[in-house]
């Protein structure tokens, strides 16, 4: 989460803060600068919880799941590519986690023919080392044919 949102956060419940004060009571001042703090902290925390995770079953992002049999191609994209991907070039059927904060992101092809999905959108701090985790997880766990 950017130092600028929580920046804004503190000078908005400030702000608060002072308008009650001139007012109100000094008791009706911090139980809603109070509230107001809880609320903020809530809505920037939980804002920026979502998680990506790659483990035994599949690529985990947020609450979904791509298990690795319907794990296609990944691409780790740069700023440029993702700002195409997520605008001109996008497919409405796609499974998005984006982080406006983040401008880069890596796109997983679902390889699975009866999933509408065509590919998952992942905004990332580290896109090239989150594409080649996803790629060695999904090669390690790809059924070898022996003769």
């Known amino acids: 989460m950017p ?3 929580w920046l804004a956060a503190l000078l908005l419940v400030a702000s608060l803060w002072l308008a009650l004060l001139v007012s109100t009571p000094a008791l009706v001042t911090w139980a809603a600068t109070g ?27 947020g609450r979904a799941c791509l298990g690795w049999p319907a794990c296609g191609e990944v691409v780790a994209l ?23 904060y983040l401008s880069q992101s890596v796109q997983v ?5 009866h ?16 594409a080649a985790t996803v790629a060695a997880r999904r090669a390690a766990s790809s059924p070898t044919v022996q003769d």
């Open 115 to 130: 999933d509408p999905t065509p590919y998952w959108l992942l905004s990332s701090r580290r896109p090239q080392t989150l």
């Open 35 to 61: 509230t107001a703090v809880l609320l903020a902290l809530v809505l920037l925390l939980g804002y920026g919880a979502a998680r990506i995770a790659v483990g035994p079953e599949g690529v985990t992002a």
């Open 78 to 100: 740069d700023a440029e590519r993702t700002r195409a991907v997520r605008g001109v070039d996008a497919d409405a059927r796609a499974f998005l986690l984006l982080r406006p």
């Open 109 to 113: 092809m679902v390889g699975d023919p």
């Open 3 to 5: 130092m600028r949102w």
